[in-house]
Structure formats: C-alpha cells, structure tokens
C-alpha cells in the first residue's frame, strides 16, 4: 500500500455571496475529487490545538502527525532548516518577508502595509534587494538569509523570542501598532524602506504596475526545532513536495527527503503537473511508501482576497494535482490510500488564517465507498465524522 496526502494550504473557507453562497470549494469544478468524494470517507478534521495561532507551521506539523504542542518552537526555525542554517542553541530565527508599504510622504509607522508577498516577487529580484539589505544591516549579531520568493531568514545570535505580528494578518492596515517593540528589529524594518523603495529593481516593478517590494517584516520568531524521526515513528520512507521552505523545514527535520520540482514557486501558476508526477515516480520507481504534496496556492489567493483566482487555484489542485496522482499510481496498478484536505482555512472575507475545523477525504483504493457526500465544508460537516486532534490523522491514513 502506498500514501498520499494532498494538501491544499488554506483551501477552506467561508461562504461567498459573489459564489451564490458557496465557499470556493463548493463552487470550484473539481470532477476528480467528486467522483473520488462518494467512494471515500468525508469529514472533518482540527488541525491546530485550542491556543495556538491558526499558521501554516503548526497546521502542517500536525498533519504530518506531530503534536504542535510538543513540538512547535517557532516557524521561522523550521524554514532555516530547509535553507540549510545551522542554528546554535542560542540563535533565534525570524521569518524575514519582503513586503510592500505604501510608497508616499508619510512617516514609516504610518504607512499601511499593501501585501505582503510583493506580487509574489520572484526568488531572483528578492535575493538582489535582500543583498541590498544586507550590505547596510547585517552584523555580528544579525545575519541574512536568501528563501524562496518574499519569503526570507534573519539569525539573531543570542537574542530572544519577542512577540511579532505576522504580515498577512494585517493588510491593508497602518503599520505602526504592529511594529517591533525592539528597538533593533524596529529600525532595520524601518531603515530597509529608506534602501529598497527606490532600489531600481522596484522602480522597475512600478513601471511595470506591480507592486514595490519595499521593506523587510520580521514574525515568526522561534528556537532550534527537534523533530523525531518520521521514519522510525511511522515505518514509512517519505517525501516531501512543496516550493515552501516551511515544508521543507518539516521534512528535513523529520528525516524525510524533499523532492525539488523544477517550476515550483508557491504561487497561482506553479509546477502543479510536475508535482504530481514527481510523486507518482517517488511511489511507484523509487521506493517511497508516502509522499506529502502541498500547494501553496489557494493560501495565497485567500491572503489576496481574490475570489476568483481561489476558485481557479482549486480547479488546478483537482485537475493537475490530485487527477494525475490518481490516474498515475491506477495506471501502474499500486494500491493507495490518499488523504486531501488543507491545513487551515484562509477565507476570502478575512484574508488571513483562522483556527477552525476543516474537510478531509480519504480515499483508499481497495475499499471504496458508497457514499453520499462531495468533498466541501457542508458535506463534511454533515457527515458527523470529526478528528479531533489533528496530529492522530496521519495515523487514521495509516490505518494504526
């Protein structure tokens, strides 16, 4: 037997007047996942513990099957593992994003911040203006590191966990309630303005009508993580598929091996097609009893408020993702169990993370179902099938 998890960060969501009052999991055009719905268990699943922030890191850690609150030391941490920092005891590491603030005359702390993944600026530009930042604040005690995309790492050597806001929780807002209450932290936010507003790789992207990546944010700051192995607690060898260094922050400290796919960025218009068959070869060629699939999208256009391009990111996980999955390990004749659900909801009207239940499918292919339930937020909940804590489902995938 061979197992898949797809999951569809943020996928789930609220119901939406401009989708005649469905969510966009509801409306989405999804033919695979229907036709899988009714032949597999539907229900619904509480990925984030009572008390934690509803983020993607504890979300992820607990559908891999680790207890957030045992292992959870801060995202950040995990996102250095993936980029290869060796954190010392006494490092702390913050999530370093390169966002967009308002570009006019007002003082830092009152500008409003616009997005918070700079229209989704490429690896390429954001490493060019981050060796900018870097030229004028990095030191001994703070250290820069190149991620993915806006996604980026500050090391603070010796330093401590401060409370920071996360940007996608207050877009559209005026910053300066949610700036650092260190001072240190506070000027290198506010003194990156002074050296990337201009910077001609922005004044390019303004020309070009996207938006400035103007300013670094520091949040998700944390201490040197300590996963257990995830072959040893489950007897299973398995990867990791995700542009997210956060996902790969996961794999490498749980033992598992990232599979790096050519094209995958995190955003709408990713690899997906890539993704998939990279699993289908991991499974079926080179020996891996389960792979984890995770598709930024749906997150980032729930964080953009955009309905349609949700709706759009869905069709592609169905279409691209979880179809070619499907039809690939049948057509090899590999019997599979696969597990589709998102980590958290990101809903349209928010545009931000909230810490409530949401739908899973497990389709097993040796023992469909005869049901009566599509794969959306009503359905599952009408099942009346609830998992508690989320952390026990990679368990229920394994059938332990």
């Not at 279409?319 to 909801?345: C, N, S, T, Y």
Request: net charge negative.
């Amino acid at each position: 037997m061979k197992y898949v998890i797809v999951l569809g960060d943020g996928m789930a969501d609220y119901s939406i007047d401009e989708l005649g009052g469905k969510t966009p999991l509801e409306y989405a055009k999804t033919p695979t996942m229907d036709e899988l719905a009714v032949k597999s268990e539907i229900g619904l699943v509480h990925t984030i513990p009572d008390g934690m922030s509803p983020g993607s890191d504890t979300a992820n850690l607990s559908v891999v099957g680790y207890d957030p609150k045992i292992y959870y030391s801060g995202r950040s941490p995990l996102e250095a593992l993936s980029i290869g920092v060796d954190m010392k005891p006494t490092d702390i590491s913050f999530r370093c994003n390169i966002v967009t603030v308002s570009d006019d005359d007002l003082p830092y702390e009152q500008k409003t911040i616009i997005d918070h993944s700079s229209s989704e600026i490429s690896t390429e530009d954001a490493a060019v203006l981050l060796d900018a930042v870097k030229k004028e604040l990095e030191s001994d005690l703070y250290k820069f590191y190149v991620g993915t995309s806006y996604r980026h790492l500050t090391i603070w050597d010796k330093g401590e966990v401060v409370e920071l806001t996360p940007p996608h929780d207050i877009l559209g807002k005026t910053i300066g309630e949610y700036l650092p209450k260190d001072q240190a932290l506070y000027d290198m936010m506010k003194k990156s303005y002074d050296i990337l507003n201009e910077h001609p790789i922005n004044v390019e992207r303004a020309k070009k009508g996207l938006n400035k990546a103007n300013s670094i944010w520091f949040w998700g700051a944390g201490t040197r993580p300590a996963l257990s192995s995830f072959e040893e607690k489950n007897h299973k060898k398995a990867a990791m598929i995700s542009a997210v260094d956060l996902l790969k922050g996961i794999a490498v400290g749980a033992g598992m091996t990232n599979i790096n796919v050519e094209g995958a960025n995190g955003g709408l218009h990713t690899n997906y097609e890539g993704k998939a068959n990279a699993a289908v070869k991991a499974l079926v060629e080179d020996g891996f009893d389960f792979v984890y699939i995770h598709v930024e999208a749906p997150d980032e256009m729930g964080h953009q408020g955009s309905v349609e391009r949700k709706v759009q990111s869905i069709e592609f996980l169905d279409e691209k993702v979880i179809k070619v999955v499907k039809e690939g390990l049948e057509k090899a004749e590999v019997e599979f169990r696969m597990l589709v659900l998102p980590d958290h909801p990101t809903p349209i009207c928010l545009r931000t993370h909230v810490n409530e239940a949401v739908p899973y499918m497990l389709y097993d292919s040796t023992d469909e179902k005869d049901g009566k339930y599509l794969y959306n937020e009503k359905d599952a909940k009408a099942s009346g099938l609830y998992i508690e804590k989320g952390h026990t489902m990679v368990d229920h995938l394994f059938e332990k």
